[in-house]
């Protein structure tokens, strides 16, 4: 190994569910094997940077002042709001068709543990978009682990709202499983088992 391989292979290593054997399977390919890869990839996140942005909002991915979600607005109709820890998390919701209202994502989820507070998620804002938007259910969508369980329990206080019911989908999602790994079927009977917290 050289050290430029080594340099891109622990930067590959340093993206959300890359282990160290797949950096090296990606060095290899992007440097040796598709050396074009390398080229149009390295394009398309030099012009990604240039252009998406996070949904002011609520934080979704979007290229304009606010996301295709906030812009249209019969999402508001349905009157609830839907939170989130990662975009992906709401892009696979979103895939399930099974939820049609807004979302807010955290871009995170509390934990003590490993310094993130809310300061440190998007939270700023939320309180605000519950009133403005008329918000009459606050579904939670969050991990079922412990961080996912503290942050349900943040966002149950912050609200404290009699108009506001707050529910979370629990059904259907294995202990410590995160939205983004379920399959459709199972999003679906998760939201539509969803139960008030
Ligand atoms: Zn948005």
């Given at each position: 190994?050289?050290?430029?391989?080594?340099?891109?292979?622990?930067?590959?290593?340093?993206?959300?569910?890359?282990?160290f054997?797949?950096a090296?399977?990606?060095?290899i390919?992007l440097?040796?094997?598709?050396?074009?890869?390398?080229e149009?990839?390295?394009?398309?996140?030099?012009?990604?940077?240039?252009?998406?942005?996070?949904?002011?909002?609520?934080?979704?991915?979007?290229?304009d002042?606010?996301?295709?979600?906030?812009a249209?607005?019969?999402?508001?109709?349905?009157g609830?709001?839907?939170?989130?820890?990662?975009?992906?998390?709401?892009m696979a919701?979103?895939?399930?068709?099974?939820?049609?209202?807004?979302?807010h994502?955290?871009?995170?989820?509390?934990?003590?543990?490993n310094?993130?507070?809310?300061?440190n998620?998007?939270?700023?804002?939320?309180?605000?978009?519950?009133?403005?938007?008329?918000?009459?259910?606050?579904?939670?969508?969050l991990?079922?682990d412990?961080?996912?369980?503290?942050?349900?329990?943040?966002?149950?206080?912050?609200?404290?709202s009699?108009?506001?019911e707050?529910s979370?989908?629990?059904?259907?999602?294995p202990?410590?499983?995160?939205?983004?790994?379920a399959?459709?079927?199972?999003l679906?009977?998760a939201?539509?088992?969803r139960?008030?917290?």
């Open positions: 190994m050289t050290p430029a391989f080594e340099a891109l292979q622990k930067e590959l290593k340093r993206l959300p569910g890359v282990g054997r797949s090296e399977r990606m060095a390919y440097l040796l094997e598709k050396p074009e890869a390398a149009r990839l390295s394009e398309a996140i030099l012009r990604a940077r240039e252009c998406v942005r996070s949904c002011s909002v609520c934080g979704n991915v979007c290229e002042e606010l996301c295709s979600i906030c249209d607005s019969r999402r508001e109709e349905s609830s709001l839907c939170v989130v820890e990662h975009v992906s998390d709401l919701i979103e895939k399930s068709g099974a939820y049609r209202g807004r979302y994502v955290l871009h995170g989820k509390l934990s003590p543990i310094g993130v507070g809310p300061e998620l998007n939270l700023d804002g939320l309180a605000k978009r519950i009133e403005e938007e008329g918000v009459g259910e606050l579904i939670l969508a991990p079922n412990v961080e996912g369980e503290a942050t349900c329990h943040y966002l149950t206080e912050l609200v404290e009699d108009k506001v707050v979370r989908i629990g059904f259907g999602l202990s410590g499983a995160s939205v983004l790994y399959d459709s079927g199972t679906k009977s939201l539509d088992a139960k008030r917290y």
